[in-house]
């Protein structure tokens, strides 16, 4: 269910109300879950085209049966069989919905071995800061790299990225091709309550009836911001906050960043 925000008269007296409260308290339910994954083991493949290698993973808590995702593709798991060399994304959810994830994690293959290096994104709003850099230690030489849709080159960093998960094709001398699903982190953007999200709220949202302290709680005070940043993340996200005008999706990130950090008094 989607959170609406609107206006209810209620004898000449103008309240903002809210509903479908059910995503946040699931996010709520899922941080303080038991559900854990842990890498047990990684077989190399026996060469590179040869899909014999192999990921295990331990999973336990939560709430069973669990779904198992290899690169967000279902997959049977808890052991992933028949694997060609390259970095992988593992993601498992439980019946509650929970989730737990693994990121960046390397298949070798026999004689030719690389790996992936990442600078997590700070940034959030414009073009990133992250990074991917590979390096290729066991090989064919020359070595070419393409990240998503662009071109082969011989360029083995690639900028200016932001947080998420990026496709990296690397090629070699024998013209062998290994695909990399590489996670960028995200790191904290330092995000300013006092000067990003205060005057936002002061102009969208503390208005006349709604969170301004008369018949909600208001959000200028950041005691009441810190105790509702995570409905608040949720509400501006999915464009229901503010119920009178417009934000950019620029500001809806620097709700979001800020929450993501912490929403700390900065």
């Not at 890498?39 to 192999?54: F, H, M, P």
């Amino acid at each position: 269910m989607q959170f609406r925000i609107g206006l209810l008269s209620l004898m000449g007296i103008w309240f903002c109300f809210s509903c479908g409260q059910e995503d946040v308290d699931k996010k709520a339910q899922c941080e303080n879950s038991t559900l854990s994954v842990a890498l047990r083991e990684i077989t190399s493949s026996t060469g590179c085209g040869t899909n014999d290698g192999l990921i295990g993973i331990n999973v336990h808590g939560g709430k069973e049966p669990y779904m198992y995702y290899l690169n967000d593709e279902i997959s049977s798991g808890p052991d992933f069989t028949n694997l060609l060399s390259g970095i992988y994304k593992i993601r498992v959810r439980d019946k509650a919905g929970c989730e737990r994830v693994l990121d960046n994690i390397t298949v070798m293959a026999e004689g030719f071995s690389f790996s992936a290096e990442v600078q997590e994104n700070t940034m959030c709003t414009g073009s990133g800061n992250g990074a991917i850099t590979i390096t290729v230690s066991e090989g064919v030489s020359p070595y070419l790299f393409k990240l998503g849709n662009g071109s082969f080159t011989e360029s083995n960093i690639f900028q200016s990225l932001r947080h998420g998960t990026y496709d990296v094709l690397l090629k070699d001398g024998a013209d062998c091709t290994v695909a990399l699903n590489v996670t960028i982190p995200k790191g904290p953007t330092h995000t300013s309550w006092l000067n990003d999200i205060k005057p936002l709220i002061t102009t969208y949202c503390a208005l006349s009836g709604c969170h301004n302290g008369i018949s909600r709680p208001d959000l200028r005070i950041y005691a009441k911001a810190k105790e509702h940043a995570s409905k608040i993340k949720s509400l501006t996200k999915d464009r229901s906050m503010p119920f009178e005008g417009k934000l950019t999706q620029e500001q809806i990130n620097l709700f979001g960043c800020w929450v993501d950090d912490g929403a700390l008094e900065n």
